[in-house]
């Protein structure tokens, strides 16, 4: 547990330079420097490290970073998706407080593989106190000569800069956020151009989530077959779950990939009151939830939770009891998309104000026979039929709510009140 | 409109982004000239915000418009942004948010009549490992509780 992201928690001042280096911190950035470490190496140890995009998607980030033009002329740019916002999910938050210096690493060396000299780190405008840890550690690692150009007498160069958001959860999706960092309101882009072809200022650009980036130098430092064999097939290494709800001991734990849900369970300190479980998101508001029966025989990996009729995510897993109603928590996500849908397509603009006009009418007592099969029918047109993921991740819980849970929202709708609340 | 402390801190911002794309720092910016002008924008501070970056007055607003961190009433000195979002619905924030409306006699987004708190009901802040919790200001309180939420509410000033 804690090998990677969370490596030097528990050490004094775990955020300093001075530990990081104790650690072996910047060990990989300062081979680079001296011209011992290749783009093609590191791409290389990335791909056999079976590292996947930490945001939620997925995606093999050594295949992503081998993407990028590295050889074609003009700026290229590095990311990081630090517009952490998903229900469930605050991992990111403790990787930026705890351990800054390894996101500016994992980005000067993406910023090296691909060839890239300017990064910035976009951090949700809410996280102030995040964002003053990282701005002093990339002061850090400038006054320590890491940073910058020619950066100790090498050829290489690479300057960091932090932005801010200012509080829109679509800012997430990757084009939104290159948007946002442009100064412009975070409506996501239509795709294809992808951002490695056209992406921050019209230039080459890779975006990577926190813990991706952060993952990045232990993956070269130990090997990415290391980081490979503490995972499963199809999902290397370790990953932060971040656990809360009704549990014990609600936090983050860096765990191997394939773990078993009930000995992450376990770990949060089990069901709190010696409450019986009831369902579990297990990879943020966005992933269908599952039934208790279902969680408990899964393992925390990407084919894992897919095997269980879900997604890992982002790896935030929301834990619910006996005592909750599911019209209840349905309702408030379907209110937080409505909120945040950035209202550029009409299927997921007018979709989620409907999806969540009809669950509060539910709620109010004022539900009508017909009310499921509308909410089916209305989560279906928003599926596959926007130009970002927000749309899908509004009809995704809809859809496993309903099919999971379905008598509680007959029964609300019936007699005008929870099932479970009574 | 804009102060000299302001521009110099938007001078700052507008360094980190290349040449002639001052435009990227108008997120920040509308917030300095926020926090300047009692915590709200309006038509005058937006415009004098677009002009300093030498943008349209509409792409300023529309940025002004689009993200929730900018306040077009009056809010008060401090902001209690109280997250109502699941893991905190799970871990009793309705309850919490009424009590903190009793407390306060204010419902959300109206502010106590001495000028002082206002209260937000918003979207997951992030921090679901410790809820439930609400944002003052910049800061995070988290873990809350009735005797915790007064203390704190208690020592604004």
């Not at chain 1, 140890?45 to 033009?69: D, N, Q, Y």
């Not at chain 1, 995972?231 to 990939?257: D, I, Q, R, T, W």
């Not at chain 1, 926007?386 to 999971?404: H, K, Q």
């Not at chain 2, 699941?86 to 109206?110: P, Q």
Request: hydrophobic share 35%.
């Amino acid at each position: 547990m804690n090998e990677v992201c969370f490596k030097n928690l528990t050490k004094d001042q775990c955020y300093s330079l001075k530990t990081y280096e104790a650690s072996g911190g910047y060990s990989v950035w300062r081979k680079i420097l001296k011209g011992q470490l290749t783009p093609e190496h590191i791409i290389d140890e990335l791909k056999v490290s079976g590292l996947r995009g930490r945001g939620g998607a997925g995606f093999p980030t050594g295949l992503k970073w081998s993407f990028m033009p590295r050889h074609s002329d003009g700026q290229k740019y590095v990311v990081c998706n630090s517009d952490e916002g998903e229900p469930g999910t605050c991992k990111d938050r403790d990787i930026l407080r705890f351990n800054p210096h390894a996101v500016i690493e994992g980005m000067a060396i993406g910023g090296f593989v691909m060839n890239a000299s300017v990064g910035y780190n976009y951090i949700r405008g809410e996280f102030m106190a995040p964002f003053y840890r990282f701005e002093d550690a990339l002061k850090e690692a400038y006054e320590a000569g890491l940073l910058g150009q020619n950066i100790n007498n090498s050829s290489v160069n690479f300057d960091l800069y932090t932005h801010l958001g200012a509080g829109a959860y679509i800012c997430g999706e990757e084009t939104a956020l290159l948007e946002s960092i442009e100064g412009k309101k975070g409506q996501p882009r239509f795709k294809p151009p992808f951002p490695a072809n056209v992406g921050l200022f019209g230039k080459s650009t890779t975006i990577n989530n926190t813990e991706s980036f952060a993952s990045v130098p232990e993956i070269i430092n130990r090997g990415g077959q290391w980081f490979a064999d503490v995972g499963v097939e199809n999902s290397g290494g370790c990953k932060l779950f971040s656990v809360s709800g009704h549990v014990k001991n609600p936090a983050n734990f860096e765990v191997p990939m394939g773990t078993p849900f009930k000995d992450l369970l376990k770990m949060a300190g089990g069901m709190r009151d010696g409450a019986q479980l009831k369902a579990v998101i297990p990879g943020g508001s966005s992933t269908p939830v599952l039934t208790a029966e279902v969680a408990m025989s899964m393992t925390m990996d990407y084919d894992g939770i897919e095997k269980a009729g879900s997604m890992l995510g982002a790896g935030s897993v929301i834990i619910m009891d006996e005592s909750t109603c599911m019209v209840a928590v349905l309702t408030r996500l379907a209110h937080f998309y409505y909120d945040e849908s950035c209202g550029q397509c009409t299927p997921c603009r007018e979709g989620t104000g409907w999806l969540y006009r009809v669950l509060k009418r539910i709620i109010d007592g004022n539900g009508k026979q017909g009310d499921i099969d509308l909410l089916l029918g209305v989560q279906d047109k928003i599926m596959g039929n926007t130009i970002c993921a927000l749309g899908d991740a509004a009809a995704m819980p809809v859809e496993s709510f309903l099919r999971n849970f379905r008598k509680e929202f007959e029964y609300y709708i019936k007699h005008g009140k929870s099932m479970v609340k009574g | 409109m804009i102060s000299t402390g302001a521009k110099k801190q938007i001078d700052a911002w507008i360094a980190k982004y290349p040449k002639d794309r001052q435009s990227s720092a108008v997120m920040q910016a509308l917030k300095i000239v926020q926090a300047e002008n009692g915590n709200r924008l309006n038509a005058d501070t937006i415009q004098a915000v677009a002009d300093y970056l030498n943008m349209p007055g509409i792409a300023a607003q529309e940025v002004a418009t689009f993200y929730e961190n900018y306040n077009h009433k009056k809010v008060g000195k401090y902001v209690i942004r109280f997250c109502h979002n699941i893991s905190c619905m799970l871990n009793g924030a309705d309850d919490l948010i009424a009590h903190l409306e009793n407390k306060l006699g204010v419902k959300t987004d109206e502010v106590t009549s001495d000028g002082l708190i206002s209260v937000k009901k918003v979207e997951c802040l992030g921090a679901c490992v410790g809820a439930p919790m609400f944002q003052i200001n910049d800061d995070y309180f988290e873990n809350l509780t009735i005797d915790k939420i007064d203390k704190i509410v208690d020592n604004l000033k």
